[in-house]
Every structure is written in structure tokens, then in C-alpha cells.
């Protein structure tokens, strides 16, 4: 008895103030209720263009038909995913999406973190924005233009067919008609697109750094221009350096289809043809719904657990992350 | 450089200089590599179109100066309807952003909302995950929107990440200033249209530019959604000339051969030029968006 009556009175003592704290909750939703109002299109926004395609990736599980649309059409289980991964194709995509992101991390991540070293090492100030302004630019052409470039550069009678051509004898063949031309072209066109673009966040990391701690070096032997850039501009930079190196490895099994697409051809695809290029073909080009969705839904999945794996690894090292 | 250094007041040493030297060296090597592939293009779309296709190598001046393309590439009608198209793409795709953009960042910015942390975890999901390229042109086809303009405006109608940069930005706007228009009498509509937009005003103009860019440059979604050539923005006529070297809308004649190369080379300045003027005015303010979005990062 007197155990249920304390119980009592403990729940009693404990509702007030619920009670109290509820009705502040909905004087707060009152008091900005306009609030409420301005965010609808958002959310209706988010709805219909985010989750309702969410939810339309469940076509992967069915042979879909547009005429019987997303609820009318067929379940057929896995069998997508099983005709994915038994496919000749499987294997081959795995191989050039890893080949052409991994190598894009070897070359193109290090890239911009020695252009930024470089230009922080620069003492004309004028010259220093000339540079950064030059090496920004590409980033803004488009990716049809900067593709249209690439092509027409190394076709046949393309310079750079020529200058290699010259340089080391090489038999003057369109190099987009080579397989194993396709990775390199990419590879040195992304970091001729991205390079300047990409070392803005490093640029931004070293103007924070504390000019005493130079001055401290100097103190203790380190003259050289080299030797500071080594042991102070180098470590000061590392958490940047490394956040970004995890929330890069994050995107290792995703390769963008545009610029794919826009450089390939038929008789390359055994080094060209990534995951996202394919589901690109197989459903909008054959039109097979369905099993280009189970394709891409595979995609997503593991990106996304590769973006939790890699986040979680983040909040470990760095103490950042992304949420 | 070396007038630079000397006059500096600090003696450097020798290893110091040799440093310099190499360092200066690299970034103007880098400097060239950057941009000698649009000066080629450049000199590739004045040159005369025999001279040039017998020409290898690089080049260092337009050979045989010549307008012959430039004047395929003006008579042509489609690359003027895609220029409409585009310009009425960048000026109402990016006013559909800025509205949208600036009413979520103001929500997701207030403090002691109930509701916003749902909100907010309901918005970031989508950075995340996505159903796909097919399931979204499903949706497209679904909504009746394929070969509309709409699809090119509203599948994309706010950039999550520039959500973040513009919610950052407001956040970072002192509280009173929200408190005393309050007390004024003053709603949310009010707040944020005569007190938030003015102290942010900097960031909507990096996100202008942002979005801006970003329909100047888009392609694919036209190439998927559109059917109607009417409607075509400039980046799908370039991709049926430059890529697919699909050249029936050109006039070409008999010289067909010769002038196509060259006329790819003036299409490409003739697209490209407007980006490239305004770009060194607005670069300042690419690079501050992007400082935003590191530190937040």
C-alpha cells in the first residue's frame, strides 16, 4: 500500500510539470505558427522529388511495367539482383568503378594539397591570385565542353595525340578508341578540372595557422624553407587533409555517369563502363526499369553504408564529422 | 619575381631563392597547363580551316586567320534558341532555388522550434541516400512533367548542401536582433525578409551564383527529360555538335569536311565566352561559398 501510494505521488509530482512543459511546447508551435506555414513547400518539396523516388525503388523487386505502374506491377523478389550479380557484366563494372575511383584518390587527392602547399609558399601576392584564378577556371566549363575538348585533344589528329605522336612514336590512333588510354584521360582531366578547385579548403586551413609557430621554428633551427613546410605547414594541415581523405574514400564505389558517358564508347567499355553508366543505359537507353534499378539501388547501398562506415571512422580519428 | 625578392626587406639565402625559383617555376608550368587547352581553342576556332586540319601540333597563334566558322556557328538558329532556353533556365530555375533555399535555411536556423530536429534529420537523409536515376525518372513521368520545362526546374529545387551553407549563415545572425523585431510586432515573414535577407545578403548572392552555375552548366537532366528541341538548353546542343559531331543543323556546304573541326572550336568559345568573362568579377565570391562550406564541413 504504501509502496503504491509513493508510486503515486511520483507520478503525480512528475505529470505537472509534463503537463506544464507540454502546453510551453504548444505555445511554442503557436507563437510561430507562420513558421509552420513557410516550411510546407519545403517539406512537399522534399516529399515528391526525394522519398516518393525512394519509395518507386521498389520497382527493383518486381518486373515493372509503366502501364500497370509501381503498385500493379509483378513481385519477383531478388531475381533482378540475381541476374545482376550472374551477369558477364558484374565483375567488370566492380573492377573499372574501383579502378577509376581508386585511382582518381592515388593521383587526384594529393594534387590540390601540393598546389596549395605551393601557392602558400608563394611571396607576391599578386601572383599568388593570378594563379589560384587560372587554375579555378576550368572547374566553371561544363562538363560537355570540357569532354568535347578532352576528345577532340586526343583524336587522331587531336595535339596531344601529335605530341605523343612526336615524343615517343606512337602510332597516331584516336586514344579514346584504346582501352587502356581511358583511365589516364580521365584521371588527368579530373585534375586538371579539380586541382585549383580543391585546394581552396587547404588554402583556407593554412591562412589559420599561427605565424609564431614559424617564428618558434626559426628559434629552434629549422631555416629552410622546406623544413618549415615539413614540420609545421605539414602537420598543421593533416586534420583537414585527413577528414577530407576519409570523406573521400566515403565515395569509393561511386563514379559520376556524366562525364562517363560523354568520353566513351562502344569499343571501350571493358575499362570504361562504371556502375552508374550502366544503369544509365540499361534503363533509359533499353529501358529495362527494373533491373537497372536493382542495379543502382545495390550502388546506393553500399555507398551509403561506405559514407556511415567511413563517417564513424571520422568521429574516431578527427573528433568532425559530418553529423 | 626577382625585382620582388630583392626589394623584400628580409636578406634571403641562397637556398631560399633556389626554393622560390623552383616553386615559381612549377605554378607558372601549372598556370600554362591549365590554360593553354582554351587558348588552343581559341586560336584552333580563328584558324583557317585547311591550314588547320593540315596543321599538328600545337599552336601558338590562330593559322590563316579566319572567321569562316564563327560565321557557320552565328547563322545557326538552334545555338540561339538553346541560348534563350538556357538564360530562361539560370533566371527561373535559380529564383525557384533562392526561394525555396532561403524559406528552409530560415526554418532549420530558429531556435526552440518543436518539430525542426525531425525536420532536419528528414532533410539530411536525402544527402545521403537517393532512390536512383530510374526510380527519379519514373517520378518525372509519373508527375506528367516529362518533356516540360518544369523538369528541368523543380526536380532540383533545392541543393541540400547549399541548404547547409545558407542555414549557417543565418544561424550565425545574433539573436536579439530576431528578439527585439518580436517584440515590435514583428512575424516571421517580416523577420526574415527585412532582417534575415539584408545581413545574409552575401551568402544568397554565393548561392546565386551557385545555382546559377549549376543550371548553366546542367545537361543531363535536359537529355533525359526533354523530347521537344524547342525547349533544348545551349549544353544538349553542344552535346549533339561537339559529341555526338551530329552537324545537320549547320549549314555546312561542300567544305563540310574541312570546316566541321574548326566550327566545333568556335561553338565551344561561343558557349563558353559568357562564363568565362564574368568569372573573374564573381570568383571572389565562388571561393568565399566554398570557405563556408569547408568550415562547416
Given at each position: 500500500m504504501k509502496k503504491s501510494a509513493q508510486i503515486q505521488s511520483y507520478s503525480l509530482t512528475t505529470s505537472a510539470p509534463r503537463k506544464k512543459e507540454e502546453s510551453l511546447v504548444w505555445q511554442r508551435i503557436k507563437r510561430n505558427k507562420e513558421l509552420y506555414f513557410l516550411i510546407i513547400p519545403v517539406i512537399v518539396y522534399y516529399i515528391i522529388f526525394h522519398y516518393k523516388p525512394m519509395y518507386g525503388v521498389i520497382i527493383a523487386f518486381q518486373d515493372f511495367s509503366p502501364r500497370k505502374g509501381v503498385v500493379g506491377s509483378d513481385w519477383v523478389g531478388l531475381e533482378n539482383f540475381r541476374m545482376f550479380f550472374n551477369g558477364v557484366y558484374f565483375g567488370r563494372l566492380i573492377r573499372n568503378t574501383l579502378r577509376i575511383s581508386l585511382s582518381t584518390l592515388l593521383f587526384g587527392f594529393p594534387a590540390p594539397i601540393i598546389l596549395a602547399l605551393l601557392i602558400n609558399e608563394l611571396r607576391n601576392v599578386r601572383f599568388s591570385r593570378f594563379v589560384q584564378t587560372v587554375t579555378y577556371m576550368p572547374h566553371f566549363v561544363s562538363m560537355v565542353v570540357i569532354c568535347a575538348m578532352i576528345r577532340e585533344f586526343v583524336s587522331s589528329s587531336g595535339f596531344i595525340t601529335e605530341i605523343l605522336?612526336?615524343?615517343?612514336?606512337?602510332?597516331?590512333?584516336?586514344?579514346?578508341?584504346?582501352?587502356?588510354?581511358?583511365?589516364?584521360?580521365?584521371?588527368?582531366?579530373?585534375?586538371?578540372?579539380?586541382?585549383?578547385?580543391?585546394?581552396?579548403?587547404?588554402?583556407?586551413?593554412?591562412?589559420?595557422?599561427?605565424?609564431?609557430?614559424?617564428?618558434?621554428?626559426?628559434?629552434?633551427?629549422?631555416?629552410?624553407?622546406?623544413?618549415?613546410?615539413?614540420?609545421?605547414?605539414?602537420?598543421?594541415?593533416?586534420?583537414?587533409?585527413?577528414?577530407?581523405?576519409?570523406?573521400?574514400?566515403?565515395?569509393?564505389?561511386?563514379?559520376?555517369?556524366?562525364?562517363?558517358?560523354?568520353?566513351?564508347?562502344?569499343?571501350?567499355?571493358?575499362t570504361a563502363d562504371v556502375i552508374s553508366s550502366y544503369v544509365y543505359r540499361m534503363g533509359l537507353v533499353n529501358r529495362q526499369y527494373s533491373f537497372s534499378a536493382a542495379v543502382g539501388l545495390f550502388n546506393s547501398a553500399i555507398n551509403f553504408t561506405l559514407v556511415i562506415l567511413t563517417n564513424k571512422l571520422s568521429k574516431k580519428v578527427t573528433e568532425t564529422s559530418l553529423w | 619575381m626577382s625585382k620582388q625578392v630583392t626589394s623584400n626587406k628580409i636578406k634571403h639565402s641562397m637556398g631560399d631563392r633556389i626554393f622560390d625559383f623552383i616553386n615559381v617555376f612549377l605554378l607558372v608550368l601549372l598556370v600554362v597547363a591549365c590554360f593553354y587547352p582554351f587558348y588552343y581553342v581559341i586560336c584552333a576556332s580563328f584558324s583557317k580551316a585547311s591550314l588547320f586540319m593540315s596543321h599538328s601540333g600545337i599552336l601558338l597563334k590562330p593559322i590563316g586567320l579566319s572567321t569562316a566558322a564563327y560565321k557557320?556557328?552565328?547563322?545557326?538558329?538552334?545555338?540561339?534558341?538553346?541560348?534563350?532556353?538556357?538564360?530562361?533556365?539560370?533566371?527561373?530555375?535559380?529564383?525557384?532555388n533562392i526561394a525555396m533555399t532561403v524559406i528552409g535555411a530560415y526554418f532549420l536556423s530558429r531556435k526552440n522550434i518543436p518539430g525542426k530536429g525531425i525536420i532536419t534529420v528528414f532533410i539530411m537523409f536525402t544527402m545521403y541516400f537517393s532512390g536512383g536515376m530510374i526510380p527519379a525518372f519514373l517520378n518525372i513521368q509519373s508527375l506528367g512533367l516529362y518533356d516540360t520545362r518544369a523538369a528541368l526546374l523543380l526536380?532540383?529545387?533545392?541543393?541540400?548542401?547549399?541548404?547547409?551553407?545558407?542555414?549557417?549563415?543565418?544561424?550565425?545572425?545574433?539573436?536579439?536582433?530576431?528578439?527585439?523585431?518580436?517584440?515590435?510586432?514583428?512575424?516571421?515573414?517580416?523577420?526574415?525578409?527585412?532582417?534575415?535577407?539584408?545581413?545574409?545578403?552575401?551568402?544568397?548572392?554565393?548561392?546565386?551564383?551557385?545555382?546559377?552555375?549549376?543550371?548553366?552548366?546542367?545537361?543531363?537532366?535536359?537529355?533525359?527529360?526533354?523530347?521537344?528541341?524547342?525547349?533544348?538548353?545551349?549544353?544538349?546542343?553542344?552535346?549533339?555538335?561537339?559529341?555526338?559531331?551530329?552537324?545537320?543543323?549547320?549549314?555546312?556546304?561542300?567544305?563540310?569536311?574541312?570546316?566541321?573541326?574548326?566550327?566545333?572550336?568556335?561553338?565551344?568559345?561561343?558557349?563558353?565566352?559568357?562564363?568565362?568573362?564574368?568569372?573573374?568579377?564573381?570568383?571572389?565570391?565562388?571561393?568565399k561559398g566554398m570557405m563556408i562550406g569547408a568550415i562547416k564541413g
Open positions: 605522336v612526336a615524343l615517343f612514336g606512337y602510332e597516331g590512333k584516336d586514344l579514346l578508341s584504346k582501352a587502356n588510354a581511358f583511365v589516364p584521360i580521365y584521371v588527368i582531366s579530373n585534375i586538371w578540372q579539380g586541382v585549383g578547385w580543391g585546394s581552396i579548403v587547404y588554402l583556407a586551413a593554412l591562412t589559420a595557422i599561427d605565424p609564431q609557430l614559424y617564428e618558434a621554428a626559426e628559434v629552434d633551427g629549422a631555416n629552410r624553407r622546406l623544413q618549415k613546410m615539413y614540420y609545421i605547414t605539414l602537420p598543421c594541415l593533416l586534420p583537414t587533409i585527413v577528414i577530407m581523405f576519409i570523406m573521400r574514400t566515403g565515395q569509393i564505389m561511386s563514379v559520376g555517369y556524366e562525364k562517363i558517358i560523354l568520353l566513351y564508347n562502344e569499343g571501350i567499355y571493358q | 557557320k556557328v552565328f547563322e545557326n538558329s538552334s545555338i540561339w534558341t538553346g541560348y534563350i532556353n538556357t538564360i530562361y533556365y539560370v533566371v527561373g530555375g535559380t529564383a525557384i526536380p532540383g529545387a533545392i541543393n541540400t548542401f547549399n541548404l547547409i551553407i545558407m542555414r549557417t549563415a543565418m544561424a550565425s545572425v545574433d539573436d536579439s536582433m530576431e528578439e527585439s523585431a518580436r517584440l515590435d510586432g514583428a512575424n516571421h515573414i517580416t523577420i526574415l525578409v527585412k532582417i534575415m535577407l539584408p545581413l545574409t545578403k552575401a551568402t544568397v548572392a554565393v548561392l546565386v551564383l551557385y545555382y546559377g552555375v549549376s543550371h548553366w552548366n546542367s545537361w543531363f537532366p535536359a537529355m533525359i527529360y526533354l523530347e521537344d528541341r524547342a525547349k533544348e538548353p545551349l549544353q544538349l546542343f553542344l552535346r549533339q555538335v561537339l559529341i555526338m559531331n551530329d552537324m545537320s543543323d549547320m549549314n555546312i556546304g561542300e567544305d563540310q569536311e574541312l570546316i566541321s573541326e574548326t566550327i566545333k572550336y568556335a561553338t565551344i568559345i561561343v558557349s563558353t565566352v559568357p562564363i568565362l568573362c564574368l568569372y573573374p568579377f564573381l570568383q571572389k565570391y565562388f571561393t
